[in-house]
């Protein structure tokens, strides 16, 4: 059934995901959507530094929107701040230096940031494909404690805050490659068999999915979205998957056609109008499995991840 799975996703792909998609779905585009000031508002996005989350930076600084930007890299985080203050003529454009592997520096940032700053909306949107096994320095798998654990704590700490905002939002950067993934359970840090960095990812961007559907049902006055950005010209595409990147460079899309539908998420009147914890592609609701692909997860194997991500994170909790 993968092999079924990953052959329907990648003519979907070439249909949908690369740049013609884009532009043929942009010609629905409802521009008024986007014609908002952001002034007073904040805006949390991790991985802010480089490619979606530096368009998506870019983009909400550009409209009055304060930004913080968790980034990894203190050097590459303070050029990005530069040329994204430069561009947009936002001073409000903010640095903190977070590795979103590590499971106690997520926790602490949250409690520290929470306590001296207003947050309006949270935007996940870090990630990482590591293509050999690794351990953190937590004893963590790094795709999972990064992709997974990073996104489950960061939000889960922050709630407080967003609960105290107006018109609050949490937009999750997935990735259609998780409809080539049923929830796995049994194995979340890759323990078993031979490691596939592409596959630990896809089952990460599952399990954010999921998170998003129940996050929505149990926090009713945030608006929570998950969203596939297109197949996009990325460093991190470029340094995860080169032999991809080669083969399709001429068709993926530019950062900033990837980051719309995750600014649109996060600032239009019309994005909160949709249900809550729903998973989009390019300003639309979108299905999260192929059709005869056999991935739905049952209810209590969802449980069983919401379980062990809430004992893990109280693990590293200071």
């Known amino acids: 059934m993968s092999m079924y799975r990953n052959a329907v996703w990648f003519m979907k792909g070439l249909q949908e995901y690369t740049k013609s998609g884009y532009e043929a779905a942009a010609k629905t585009f409802v521009a008024s959507d986007m014609d908002v000031n952001l002034n007073g508002r904040s805006f949390l996005i991790t991985g802010a530094n480089s490619g979606l989350g530096k368009a998506t930076a870019q983009e909400i600084a550009s409209r009055g929107g304060t930004v913080h930007m968790v980034c990894r890299n203190q050097g590459r ?16 454009v903010h640095i903190h230096i977070v590795d979103m592997s ?4 997520v926790w602490e940032f949250a ?10 909306v949270l935007i996940n949107n870090a990630g990482c494909m590591v293509n050999q096994r690794e351990l953190t320095e937590e004893g963590v798998e790094k795709n999972f404690a990064t992709n997974t654990l990073g996104t489950y704590i ?3 700490a922050l709630l407080p805050a967003l609960k105290k905002a107006k018109d609050a939002r949490v937009v999750t ?12 359970v ?8 031979a490691f596939d960095g592409t596959m630990a990812y896809a089952q990460n961007k599952r399990q954010q999915v999921i998170l998003t559907e129940r996050w929505a049902t149990q926090h009713k006055d945030i608006h929570f979205s998950s969203m596939h950005p297109g197949w996009s010209d990325t460093p991190a595409v470029q340094s995860s998957m080169p032999s991809f990147h080669a083969k399709m460079k001429n068709k993926l899309r530019t950062e900033a056609m990837g980051a719309d539908t995750v600014v649109w998420l996060a600032v239009s009147e019309a994005a909160a109008k949709q249900p809550s914890g729903l998973f989009f592609q390019d300003r639309r609701a979108v299905a999260t499995h192929l059709p005869l692909a056999c991935s739905k997860s049952t209810t209590e194997d969802q449980d069983k991840l919401l379980a062990a991500l809430h004992d893990l994170a109280l693990k590293f909790k200071p």
Do not use: C, P, Y
């Open 102 to 105: 590590s499971a106690r520096q």
């Open 186 to 193: 049994d194995d979340l840090q890759f323990e078993k068999g």
């Open 111 to 120: 409690q520290s940031f929470s306590q001296r700053n207003d947050l309006h």
């Open 173 to 184: 950067v997935s990735s259609g490659g998780m409809l080539t993934q049923k929830l796995n």
């Open 154 to 156: 960061l939000t889960t």
């Open 77 to 92: 985080a303070e050029a990005a701040q530069k040329e994204i203050v430069e561009l947009s003529k936002n001073q409000n």
